[in-house]
């Protein structure tokens, strides 16, 4: 997916040029998989740009969603492309630390495209390295932190290379936050899965597991991908 300034979807456009994180294929993915349909209050950490929270949006007609994002400059690019999108009304972008939140209130979903790199020497100033490295927000913090800030019927829903699965499994064993579906991505067809999307809730939900490819070996995109975000995408 390119990087461009602005990244124009069926019902919204993205400014894409401010925030340290881009508008890139694990936000969407995560943005289109995970359910929303039920939630009344939405929280989306991390939003950079607010790809996911507006999608969150699209998604569902009644939601109040709260987007938060430690970098200024992200928030302040969010909130310029939530006042420009259909639902400015249901959107906030707010300057604030995950590990800072009041634990008084309670969200039906919280949704993350969290930090992925956990090991590497970090330069210094860098923000998308900030946004990219758990040294901001680690796996656990993000699942211990959901598990106190989540309804009782809440869910969690966040998207993570594949080797972080035995460090996600364990949080979500410690925070009495069960795992409840996991579908492993696909780049390319025949390749090994890179990514896998996650769904974390007490609500007793059967398990579920599967799998999604994202594009055919000709480079075009594969029909389950067409399908699961076609309501986004102006062309695929």
Not at 157 to 163: F, G, N, V
Request: aromatic share 8%; net charge neutral.
């Amino acid at each position: 997916m390119g990087r461009e300034k602005v990244f124009r979807f069926k019902q919204f456009a993205v400014r894409n040029d401010m925030s340290a994180m881009k508008v890139g294929t694990d936000g969407v993915l995560l943005g289109a998989w995970c359910p929303v349909n039920e939630a009344e209050r939405v929280l989306d950490v991390g939003t950079g740009c607010g790809v996911i929270a507006l999608m969150m949006a699209q998604r569902n007609h009644h939601a109040m969603i709260d987007a938060i994002d430690i970098d200024h400059e992200a928030i302040k690019e969010a909130s310029l492309n939530f006042a420009d999108s259909p639902w400015p009304g249901r959107l906030t972008a707010i300057e604030a630390d995950f590990n800072d939140l009041d634990e008084r209130q309670r969200y039906d979903l919280i949704v993350s495209n969290p930090p992925f790199f956990t090991t590497g020497v970090l330069p210094t100033g860098d923000a998308r390295t900030t946004a990219r490295h758990t040294t901001s927000l680690t796996y656990r913090q993000l699942i211990e932190g959901s598990a106190r800030l989540l309804s009782p019927d809440g869910t969690l829903a966040l998207i993570s290379p594949t080797d972080a699965s035995p460090d996600i499994i364990e949080a979500a064993a410690f925070a009495s936050l069960p795992v409840r579906m996991q579908t492993r991505v696909i780049p390319v067809e025949g390749a090994a899965a890179k990514r896998t999307l996650w769904l974390l809730s007490r609500r007793a939900l059967p398990y579920r597991e599967d799998v999604i490819t994202i594009a055919c070996r000709d480079g075009s995109y594969t029909p389950q991908y067409i399908k699961l975000t076609g309501a986004f995408y102006l062309k695929m």
